[in-house]
């Protein structure tokens, strides 16, 4: 949990550690100790946070607008160019954004906008061609991640020379949130096992939406050979399969670690909107059933942070967990929790029913503050 005490601002229970499951080495995040229902595991202030999608301002609400609405949103927005863990994400999402004018030269030499979305034929199925495309912040993201691993871990470069040469980053240093985050992502067992059949899986043998994203990989490899020092572009054109390989796991890890969760603007349920988020920290919890898990998240515009609160009592030893897929819609008029106090096992009785005119609080059992 070292990544936590370098983010400025962010709050986290004291009882959390990192360890391996005991059944399958998947790595987690548990408990040492009771965490009473409702209490707060993690808060990660927005200026560390992404919003790859961007924010609409103002929605389409059916309770209306008005200007504290449209001040929260406009500073939600403001948080998708933060640079607080990565100094040099703003570059790059200037960089890749599509009103790039092809042939004006940027300060830093470079010219023109970048595909960020790439196509595969499929064969005797319907569509015939599948087409994934990355936004701007997910494309910076994985730049941002792809070159300080490929510089620091694939090519084993000191600290001190990357900062000495401007080696993919500005000014990092070796306790800096953005150098320990990277060391915290699993890269190095997606390159050692491989990454190919991953959508072939789940999507089947013919949607190969594994060469969309090699084609993006190689979008992304033309722009950072674009921008790139003499030393890094030297560096890269002597390893050029080693960054390809790179750059192609960020972006199945990138991907998979974007969010979709409820965003809260105010007391107003009418309001809330669901959001599509890249926070660290939230993105080392795992996945559980809904009936499974331990915790939920939530975008709190009031208090500008991601904060996960669990939403039954967690046990000494239990793991943090979220329903990945429960966060795709907001309930409107209640929430409804189970009494089961044992993983894996749902409880006979009635789900005990939380109203939402009866408590604010109670809808995501998140506190106004």
Not at 70 to 98: G, K, M, V, Y
Not at 183 to 206: H, K, M, N, T
Not at 246 to 268: H, M, S
Request: aromatic letters at 8%; hydrophobic letters at 40%; a neutral charge.
């Amino acid at each position: 949990m070292s990544l936590l005490h370098r983010i400025h601002g962010a709050r986290f229970s004291p009882a959390l550690r990192q360890a391996e499951r005991p059944s399958d080495g998947l790595r987690g995040v548990f408990t040492r100790r009771l965490i009473p229902r409702g209490a707060l595991i993690l808060s990660i202030p927005l200026p560390y946070v992404y919003f790859p999608h961007g924010l609409s301002s103002p929605f389409p609400l059916q309770g209306g607008g008005n200007s504290s609405e449209t001040r929260d949103l406009l500073q939600l927005r403001r948080c998708n160019r933060q640079i607080a863990l990565f100094p040099e994400f703003w570059t790059w999402l200037r960089r890749l954004s599509p009103d790039v004018v092809v042939g004006e030269a940027s300060e830093e030499g470079g010219g023109g906008s970048v595909a960020l979305s790439a196509s595969a034929s499929l064969r005797g199925s319907s569509p015939a061609v599948v087409t994934l495309t990355l936004s701007p912040v997910e494309a910076a993201i994985a730049i941002c991640v792809g070159v300080r691993y490929f510089f620091a871990s694939a090519l084993a470069i000191p600290r001190r020379t990357r900062v000495a040469l401007r080696l993919g980053c500005e000014g990092a240093t070796a306790m800096d949130a953005g150098e320990i985050y990277v060391r915290s992502l699993p890269i190095a067992e997606f390159l050692r096992y491989g990454v190919e059949g991953f959508f072939q899986q789940a999507l089947g043998d013919e949607a190969n939406a594994h060469s969309c994203l090699e084609q993006l990989a190689w979008n992304l490899r033309d722009a950072c050979l674009t921008y790139a020092t003499a030393e890094e572009y030297r560096l890269i054109d002597a390893n050029p399969s080693t960054f390809d390989e790179v750059l192609l796991a960020v972006l199945y890890i990138v991907r998979a670690r974007v969010f979709q969760i409820p965003l809260l603007l105010d007391e107003n349920p009418l309001r809330d909107r669901l959001v599509r988020v890249y926070s660290p920290g939230l993105d080392s919890l795992n996945h559980a059933e809904a009936h499974d898990c331990t915790a939920a998240a939530v975008v709190s515009a009031r208090n500008r942070s991601v904060v996960v609160r669990a939403v039954r009592d967690i046990r000494a030893g239990e793991e943090i967990t979220f329903d990945y897929s429960s966060q795709n819609y907001v309930p409107t008029d209640r929430i409804t929790l189970l009494r089961s106090m044992r993983r894996g096992k749902r409880s006979d009785q009635s789900p005990h029913e939380i109203q939402v005119g009866e408590a604010w609080a109670s809808r995501y059992l998140f506190n106004r503050d």
